[in-house]
């Protein structure tokens, strides 16, 4: 089975466009995130959400919205999408609270790569 | 601000060989985690190697193995005996305490050649 599912893998849109990014995870972690990996393979926090409260937003523009359903599914919406969107997209999901075996460790799904033309 | 650099975008090394990839990081914290994560082309993350700050002790697994000097804030990846499997971009990254938030090095690029 497994662990963290980012579907889709591959999206192909264009600009102005709407879409989204569901992920699920089943490993009973309390937190969930999305990471962005630009063009030259740098990756950075956007989002995380612990029981489905929003803990960290980094500096991200009003276009994504995440949502989180529950504390297994975190899905991120992106508006009116820009070229500069292009990117692969990983949700990642980690056990945060404290004495519960917390090794620090994110567990990654596979990613989702956006091209927007 | 917490940063965290890797000075060899890419590397090489003959099967079976050992080689040693570079990681310096800046945090003021004291309580953090860092990590050897492998990106292969296939492009999942895969955890190599964790290392808890205020362990002494450096971390091993298997034929992964890691140099940490805290003063210097220097975090080293040793892969002994490479493996054509290993070929991957590896990053390095730094989190503090356990909010998940993972600073990432820029990645190092390292072909294992038959």
């Known amino acids: 089975d497994t662990a963290v599912s980012q579907t889709p893998k591959y999206l192909v849109t264009q600009m102005g466009n709407d879409k989204s990014i569901k992920c699920e995870q089943n490993l009973g972690h309390d937190t969930m995130y999305w990471y962005k990996q630009d063009s030259k393979k740098f990756l950075k926090i956007m989002f995380s959400y612990n029981n489905k409260e929003l803990i960290i937003n980094e500096t991200v523009p009003n276009r994504f919205s995440p949502k989180s359903p529950d504390k297994a599914h975190l899905n991120l919406h992106i508006n009116s999408l820009e070229l500069g969107d292009s990117a692969v997209y990983f949700c990642?999901?980690?056990?945060?609270?404290?004495?519960?075996?917390?090794?620090?460790?994110?567990?990654f799904g596979e990613g989702s790569r956006l091209t927007v033309l | 601000a917490q940063t965290v650099t890797q000075s060899q975008p890419e590397m090489s090394v003959q099967e079976a060989e050992t080689v040693t990839l570079s990681c310096t990081y800046d945090?003021?914290?004291?309580?953090?985690?860092l990590f050897w994560y492998k990106q292969p082309p296939s492009r999942q993350m895969i955890l190599v190697i964790r290392?808890?700050?205020?362990?002494?002790q450096n971390a091993t697994e298997n034929r992964f193995s890691v140099n940490f000097q805290k003063a210097a804030k220097s975090f080293s990846l040793k892969i002994s005996d490479s493996q054509l499997g290993d070929t991957a971009m590896y990053f390095c990254a730094l989190a503090r305490g356990n909010t998940g938030k993972l600073i990432f090095g820029q990645g190092t690029t390292l072909q294992v050649k038959p």
């Open positions: 290392q808890e700050a205020y362990k002494q």
């Open positions: 990642a999901s980690s056990h945060r609270t404290s004495g519960r075996g917390n090794t620090g460790e994110l567990f």
């Open positions: 945090t003021s914290e004291n309580n953090y985690y």
